[in-house]
């Protein structure tokens, strides 16, 4: 079983952690497993993420860095090719950074701490306040009203009343029929 799959293994390994030459290699090494196996087209799909994973680790190691630097460490020909790229994942949402293209360089933005701020203090609250709006709906839902039970008694034996009320009107009415 692990040799079938020794080639997706390394594909996911180098997916994982976005070395575009590392995935080429493999894809190289193993395209005849991989056209055996359908799955060709996949696997060439595939290459935008191993950019786009390697992109974001950049991303996470360096505030600037020039896009030569990030062209060669993701293994792209051309700068050009590099500023495209990164235009494109700061459009997605896939890193927060700012492009420079006089300077030719691609910025981190500043990761401002979500816990000095209210917004995590805020949405706790209103998680607290739904859960216990929901337990007193729950036990509001639960309450019986006081004597319901004796009212529900009393309607029983009011039912019951009538029956024999009717069952008498019924038994008199039979007897004039008789006479």
Excluded: W
């Amino acid at each position: 079983m692990r040799e079938p799959l020794a080639p997706y293994f390394e594909l996911t390994t180098a997916v994982r952690s976005g070395d575009l030459a590392t995935f080429r290699a493999a894809t190289d090494k193993y395209a005849a497993a991989f056209k055996a196996d359908r799955t060709i087209n996949l696997i060439t799909r595939l290459q935008y993420n191993v950019i786009r994973t390697g992109l974001r680790r950049i991303n996470l190691a360096y505030s600037r860095i020039s896009l030569q630097d990030v062209a060669e460490k993701l293994c792209l020909p051309s700068a050009d090719d590099a500023e495209y790229i990164c235009a494109k994942a700061i459009r997605d949402g896939g890193i927060d950074a700012v492009l420079d293209h006089e300077g030719g360089f691609l910025a981190t933005r500043e990761l401002t701490d979500l816990y000095s701020t209210s917004e995590p203090q805020g949405a706790f609250h209103a998680r607290i306040a739904f859960c216990l709006n929901l337990h007193n709906e729950a036990v509001k839902a639960m309450r019986f009203e006081p004597d319901a039970h004796k009212r529900a008694l009393a309607a029983a034996d009011g039912h019951k009343e009538q029956k024999t009320a009717e069952e008498i009107a019924k038994a008199i009415e039979e007897e004039e029929d008789e006479f």
